[in-house]
C-alpha cells in the first residue's frame, strides 16, 4: 500500500446519557459515541444505539480486525466484520458496535477525499430535508404545551410516539390525535407511533386497522409499529386495510433482515436506524431496495446529533426519502456540536455539505455528558 492510504490506529468508546444530572452507567446508558482515529491524523465518529458496556464488548471481538486496517474502505471493512462474527454476530450487540464503526470510517473517508458522506454513497439528491420533532405522548393539556413549543422552535412535522397512546382506550387515542391536529394545524404532518415493538404489546390487527381509520380522519401521515415488530403478516393485510402510510422497521437490524418486509409489500414506509443496523453501508443498501419496492426510507434517529448527521448523509443520497426523525429538545442532539443544526424558515433542516458527516464535535459538552465508568 502507498503511504497515502490511512490506517485505523485507535477506536474509543464514549457512553453518553440523555439526562446530564442522572447516574446512569455504562450498562444502562443506550447512546454511545465510537472514535476512530488514524496513523494520518483523520478522526472519524459514529454513534450506537445500545450500550457502553456492550459496545466494548462487541468491540472485544472486532478490534484485532480493525486496528491497521485501510481507514478509507468502509463498506469492505463492515462486510468483513459481518462475515467473521457469524458465530457471535449476524445481529445485536456486534451488529449495533459494527454500525458506530461503519458511520465512522464514513467520516473519515469524507475527511480524506473532501467531501460529504452523501456524494460517496453515490451522490446528492437533495439538499435540505424535512426533519419531524419526535415526541412522547402526554395527557391533552401537557401535549398542547410539547406541541407548541416544538413548533415555536420551527417544526413543521411532528411525530407523537408511546406515552398514553394505546393504553387507554379508542376514545381517548381519538382525543389525543384530536389535540394534537388542532394544536399544531392543518399545514403541518403529523405522524402516529403507538410503539408495538415494547414488550407484550396488547394489540393485534383489528386495533390497528380500527386506529388507522381514525388517524386518517385527522390528517395523519404515517402510522409507525402498530403491531408487534415480529407480525410481518399482520402488517401485510395492514397495509393493505390502511388509508395511512404504515411504517416499520426500528428493531431489525443487517440488511437481510428487510428483505421480506419490502419483497412481501408490509409497509409505505420503511425505518432503519443506521446507528443500530450495520450503519450507512446498510442503511444505503436498505434504502435502494426500498426504492426499488416504492417505499419510502425514513430514519429511525432517536439517538445523538451524530447518529442525526449520518441520517441526514444518507437520505441525501437516496431519491426516496421525505423526512428524518429529530428528538426535541434533547441535550445529545442540540448540545454536542460546535455549531448545532438549525431549521430554515419553511422547517427544513440543510444537509451539511463538509467533509464526511459535516460536523463538529464539542467536546468538552460530550464529557460533560458521559456516563461513569
Ligand atoms: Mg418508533
Known sequence: MGSSVPRIVDVRTTGLKRNPTSKVTSTRNTDTLVEISTDAGFVGRGSCYTSKALVDAALGLLRDQLIGEIAIEPERVSEKLHQMTY???????????????????????????????????????????????????????????????????????????????????????????????????????????????????????????????????????????????????????LRRGARVLISAGEVLTRRQSFRPWLESGAVDVIQPDVTKVGGLSEGRRIGWMAQDHGVLLVPHGFNTAVGVAADLQLVSALPNTRWVEYITPSPLVDDILATPFALDAEGMLAIPDGPGLGIEVDRARIASLAVEE
Open 87 to 237: 458465530w457471535t454476530g449476524r445481529g445485536g450487540s456486534v451488529t449495533h458496535a459494527i454500525s458506530g464503526v461503519d458511520i465512522a470510517l464514513w467520516d473519515v473517508l469524507g475527511q480524506f477525499t473532501g467531501q460529504p458522506i452523501g456524494r460517496l454513497l453515490g451522490g446528492r439528491f437533495k439538499e435540505r430535508i424535512k426533519p419531524y420533532a419526535s415526541l412522547i405522548f402526554a395527557e391533552p393539556g401537557r401535549l398542547r404545551e410539547i406541541l407548541s413549543a416544538a413548533k415555536e422552535r420551527g417544526f413543521r412535522a411532528f411525530k407523537l410516539g408511546w406515552g398514553p397512546f394505546g393504553r387507554q382506550s379508542d376514545a381517548y387515542d381519538e382525543l389525543l390525535v384530536r389535540t394534537a391536529r388542532e394544536t399544531i394545524g392543518d399545514d403541518c404532518d403529523l405522524m402516529v407511533d403507538p410503539g408495538g415493538s415494547v414488550q407484550f404489546w396488547p394489540h393485534g390487527l383489528k386495533w390497528a386497522l380500527r386506529t388507522a381509520e381514525m388517524l386518517a380522519s385527522h390528517g395523519v401521515v404515517w402510522l409507525e409499529e402498530a403491531l408487534p415488530p415480529d407480525d410481518l403478516e399482520g402488517y401485510r393485510e
